[in-house]
Every structure is written in C-alpha cells, then in structure tokens.
C-alpha cells in the first residue's frame, strides 16, 4: 500500500538550514510528480522530469529534489525564517488517494520549528 514516511525536521535558527526526507513507497514513484506541502498547500514541487518549482516565499531558499533509484524525495531549507514553521509533508502532486474510501492519504508529516 502506499506509504509516505517524512524525516529530518527539528529545531532550527533564523537564517539556519535542516533537509528533509521523504521515503515513498506503493505506488511507480518514477512515473510520478512529487512535491512538499506545509498547512497542507504546495509549496515545492518536482516533476516525473526534474523540473522543479515553488512558491515565492520559498524560492530561492528551498531547493527540492528527487532520487528514483530510492523513492526518495527531500527538500534542502536554507535561510529559515520563523513563519516557515509548520508540519511539513510529501506527496504526490496531486495528493494520493487510497481505496476504498478513496479519500487523501498523508503520512506522519515532520515537524520544522524555527526559532526567532
């Protein structure tokens, strides 16, 4: 079954950096757009191809990538601010939907907490 396990999150300074882990399995992750969400919204994005994109408050200080040989995907946070605390997850874009309920699947998620 499908299964997203998010790592790497803590505490961190204004200005400092944490990266994120993102192990995917259950589904043909190499066939598939992924991105990292926080409140639940888009904010990094990498498709099947390797282009990427972001939302402004994140550009140019979040860098996400993708390694198909592991089902993984991670997201490098530099220069953090405090409003980039949040739960942070991975998903597919858009979210993955599991039966029967067919309802959105998330996992744990990881927690960033920058401090001011």
């Known amino acids: 079954q499908v299964q997203l396990v998010e790592s790497g999150g803590g505490l961190a300074q204004v200005g400092g950096s944490l990266r994120l882990s993102c192990a995917a399995s259950?589904?043909?992750?190499?066939?598939?757009?992924m991105a990292w969400y926080r409140h639940r919204e888009m904010i990094a994005r990498v498709v099947k191809g390797g282009?990427?994109n972001y939302v402004d408050s994140v550009k140019g200080r979040f860098t996400i990538s993708r390694d198909d040989a592991k089902n993984m995907v991670y997201l490098q946070m530099n220069d953090l601010k405090p409003e980039d605390t949040a739960v942070y997850y991975c998903?597919?874009?858009?979210?993955?939907?599991?039966?029967?309920?067919?309802?959105?699947?998330w996992g744990q998620g990881t927690q960033v907490t920058v401090a001011s």
């Open positions: 998903n597919t874009d858009p979210p993955v939907k599991v039966m029967p309920s067919w309802d959105e699947y």
């Open positions: 259950g589904f043909g992750f190499s066939r598939t757009d």
């Open positions: 282009y990427t």
